[in-house]
């Protein structure tokens, strides 16, 4: 009886101790013991409801703020996500070294995580010799902690396919607030095009973030109006998501991202009239050497263009080829070509991962400097995923990361033409689209060091490996699926 009641008590007597201690912390101007509660909550559920966590981590992503955009920052690190991917990748890693078989084989001999494991590897290769040690290492140790949580925790809560969309979800209704509050923002400011760089902090620190995740989630919410099994219900919120992300793209005035999702309905239609891989790979070829013959022509007639960026959306869709006056356009070029003028100085192993930043001003030649141009590290990156690496990680870092977006773009084209019609293959279609858009977004911008890209791109990248590993037989496309469940 005793026993009993002292159990009883444990929980009430637990609160008051806790009202007395925050009072008297908050009586000391010390704030962070509220976060108590909230901690020991999340604790928990890391150990009793991991999958629950992850879905919720999808949803906070949106909304999450890095330390660095506050007064009290100083610290790269977004609140609540990353924290808590932390905690869930050294629980993951412990398991691992206890536990083989917490991931599946089959999903370590993929080759897409191979690609991945060797970037990681190669990374790890360029910290030793970087020219900023501490700088790589932290780079290093956050790709790590997206990678773990959003590819392999994420390769066992896919496992499910309700988890899939729950997934999905969840970060497009967190993406649905973040909209709202920044067209709420928009319109104090008239829609300005001014406006648009600065409207959707603290959330996001520019435009151009913000207009990638909007485009990266488009070809899904399309997807999600008439998707089968759904209810009449979910297929109205779908229209009503489509909407909202629609305008929030629209207004975000990101040049990048209107045309990734351009490209993403290219390929969409490749792979509606079943185009074969090769001719895509054929066509690209001779394109490439068209450009490469002409380029002194096509540099004339894009330096004939002197539409800027401006509120009129016919102007600023004209001024995306504007490389004579628009001093974003001639700012990109210069980190690209300082990227490579960096390439040239360290071939073989870069200057280090997350170093591009801190390192690239003295490469930067005057004929390529503009009105907005800084030596001081303060102005963001390569602006690209593809020469970030190239400077930051050598000649093989570029090639690790075409690697993955070229065996991605393969093995989904190929696996969309086998797989047999219903949901999963319109799940692929949707997800698949939804990473080309980064895909091509990636070549103008590069935000894989942010939990904003990360969590979607390596979630959708799982997606992709284990559609192919439960489609990797299937050779007739009439043939029914199995279920997601790969055990």
């Not at 692929?428 to 969590?455: Q, R």
Request: net charge positive.
């Amino acid at each position: 009886m005793a026993v009993a009641l002292s159990r009883s008590w444990w929980i009430p007597i637990t609160c008051v101790v806790f009202v007395l201690l925050n009072a008297l912390f908050m009586v000391g101007q010390f704030y962070w013991f509220n976060l108590l509660p909230v901690i020991l909550i999340i604790a928990w559920a890391m150990v009793y409801a991991v999958d629950n966590l992850l879905i919720f981590v999808s949803f906070a992503t949106p909304l999450s703020i890095n330390l660095e955009e506050l007064s009290i920052g100083g610290i790269g690190i977004s609140l609540p996500t990353e924290p808590i991917m932390v905690g869930l990748t050294v629980l993951f890693l412990f398991k691992l070294g206890v536990e083989r078989s917490t991931i599946d084989k089959r999903i370590w001999q993929h080759p897409i995580t191979y690609i991945i494991l060797a970037q990681i590897g190669w990374m790890l290769l360029c910290t030793i010799t970087s020219s900023m040690p501490m700088v790589s290492i932290k780079f290093v140790i956050a790709r790590v902690w997206f990678v773990t949580t959003m590819f392999f925790m994420v390769t066992r809560l896919f496992r499910e396919e309700k988890n899939v969309h729950r997934f999905i979800w969840a970060y497009m209704l967190g993406l649905a607030v973040v909209v709202i509050y920044t067209l709420v923002r928009h319109w104090q400011n008239q829609f300005s095009q001014e406006a648009a760089h600065w409207v959707m902090t603290p959330f996001y620190k520019d435009h151009t973030g913000y207009g990638a995740i909007l485009a990266f989630f488009l070809p899904y919410s399309v997807n999600a109006i008439a998707f089968p099994g759904f209810s009449f219900m979910k297929r109205v919120a779908a229209t009503f998501l489509f909407v909202i992300l629609a305008t929030g793209l629209l207004f975000s005035y990101t040049r990048a991202a209107w045309v990734s999702l351009i490209g993403a309905v290219g390929f969409f239609l490749i792979m509606r009239f079943r185009i074969p891989l090769w001719t895509l790979v054929f066509g690209a070829v001779v394109l490439g050497g068209i450009a490469w013959s002409q380029q002194e022509q096509i540099t004339i007639a894009m330096q004939r263009n002197t539409e800027e960026s401006s509120n009129d959306l016919g102007e600023h869709v004209k001024s995306i080829s504007n490389i004579s006056s628009d001093a974003s356009n001639l700012e990109r070029i210069n980190r690209w070509n300082s990227a490579l003028r960096m390439f040239l100085d360290r071939p073989l192993m870069g200057f280090g991962p997350g170093t591009y930043m801190f390192q690239y001003a003295p490469y930067q030649a005057s004929e390529d400097r503009t009105i907005i141009s800084t030596n001081f590290g303060v102005q963001g990156n390569a602006h690209s995923e593809y020469l970030g690496p190239l400077a930051e990680q050598g000649l093989l870092g570029i090639l690790l990361m075409l690697a993955l977006v070229l065996t991605s773009v393969s093995i989904a084209m190929r696996l969309y033409a086998r797989m047999p019609k219903g949901a999963d293959r319109r799940l692929l279609l949707a997800t698949f689209l939804g990473l080309v858009t980064y895909y091509l977004h990636g070549g103008l911008n590069n935000f894989l060091d942010t939990d904003k890209a990360s969590v979607p791109f390596w979630a959708f990248t799982a997606l992709i490996v284990l559609l192919d590993l439960r489609y990797r037989n299937t050779t007739d496309p009439g043939q029914v699926g199995h279920k997601m469940q790969l055990d």
